[in-house]
C-alpha cells in the first residue's frame, strides 16, 4: 500500500532521475508512471518505478526506474499451456544493475537479497549490467535484481505485459499497486 | 551500393548524433551499426542508419538514425498466410519527424517524398512526431517517413524483424544493403 504523497515523491524522484539522464517523458506519461511497492510496504528497499511506454497484444516497451539498492523481488513470467510466458530484454541505461538468474551461485555478489526477506530470494547467478549492456531472459525464467548505489534505469523490451500473471517466489507479494 | 569510406562516414555521423542526444551504444554495437541505402545510391536523400538493439523471434528493438531531410522510403510489412507481419511502434527521441500513413491526404504536409521518386510515395496522412510522441504501425500497413531539417533519431519496439520481407513500392528498391 502505498500512500499518495510517498506515490508523488517517488515519481518526482524517477522523473528526475530520467531527466538527469537525458531520457524525456511526456506529461501524459508522467502522469500514469507506476510505483509499485509489491504490497511489501519497503518501497526503498522493494520496489520498482516504471514508465510503460507501449503495451500492446504482441510488444511491449517500459522505461523501469530503481533507487539506490531498491529490488524488484524475484520472479518469472509462466508459460500457460501453448501461451509462451513473456519475454523480456533489459537494456541498462544508466546506473549498474545486478540480476540474477538460475545458474551457479556467484561468488561475492554485487548484491544481496532485501534483509529479512531471504528465503524469497532462490536464484542467484549474477549478470552485472552498466550503460548499455543488455540481457534477454526466457519465458519462466526465475530471476531478480537490484541497482547499484546510484540507483539505475533500465529499459525493458518484451512481449505483451500482463503483470497479473506474474509469480513470485514470496507468497506475501501482491502485484498491483494500491495507491491510497 | 554504398562504398567503405561512405558506411564509415555514416556510422560516424550517426554515432555522434546519438551522442549529442545522449543516447549511448556500445563499441561492439558500433562495429555492427547498419546503413541502409536502399540500393537507390542516394543514401543522403534515401535512407537510414539504424542499430538493432535486439531481435529475438518475438520482440526487437532498433534505434534509427535519420540524416537531416532523410527519407526511408515507402513500404509495409505483410502478413503471409495465419503469420502476422511486423508491428511497430516508433518513438521519437530527438528531433522531427514526419510519419506517411494511410487515410486523409495532410494539406501542408512537413515532408514531400523524394524528388524523382514520387510515383513510389502513395500515402499521405502525416503524423508529426515530436520527442518523445509515438505511434503504433499494424502489420501490412504502408508507411514512409522523413526526418526534418535537424536529422532525428527514433526507437522502434516491434515483433521481430526479418527486414527481406519487407515489401517496398518502389520497385528499384533493394532492402539488403551492399557495403563495397
Not at 511526456?26 to 520498482?48: C, M, Q, Y
Not at 541498462?92 to 545458474?103: A, H, I, N
Not at 548505489?149 to 514470496?170: C, K, L, N, P, Q
Request: glycine content about 8%; charged content about 30%; hydrophobic content about 35%.
Amino acid at each position: 500500500m502505498i500512500g499518495k504523497e510517498q506515490y508523488e515523491a517517488a515519481v518526482d524522484r524517477a522523473v528526475n532521475m530520467m531527466a538527469d539522464a537525458g531520457i524525456v517523458i511526456t506529461p501524459e506519461e508522467r502522469t500514469r508512471f507506476e510505483v509499485a511497492d509489491f504490497g511489501l510496504n519497503e518501497l526503498e528497499k522493494t520496489g520498482l518505478e516504471v514508465l510503460t511506454d507501449v503495451n500492446t497484444d504482441r510488444v511491449c516497451a517500459k522505461e523501469i526506474v530503481m533507487f539506490p539498492r531498491q529490488t524488484c523481488p524475484e520472479h518469472w513470467h509462466p508459460t500457460k499451456g501453448t501461451k509462451l510466458g513473456k519475454e523480456d530484454t533489459f537494456r541498462c541505461r544508466w546506473g549498474t544493475v545486478y540480476l540474477y538468474v538460475p545458474g551457479k551461485a556467484t561468488q561475492n555478489p554485487g548484491a544481496l537479497p532485501p534483509k529479512g526477506s531471504e528465503a524469497h530470494y532462490t536464484v542467484m547467478h549474477e549478470i552485472s549490467m552498466r550503460p548499455v549492456e543488455q540481457y534477454t531472459l526466457l519465458p519462466d525464467t526465475k530471476r531478480w535484481f537490484q541497482s547499484g548505489g546510484e540507483g539505475a534505469i533500465v529499459s525493458e523490451f518484451s512481449t505483451r505485459s500482463t503483470d497479473d500473471e506474474d509469480m513470485f517466489s514470496d507468497p506475501r507479494i501482491k502485484r498491483a499497486s494500491e495507491v491510497t
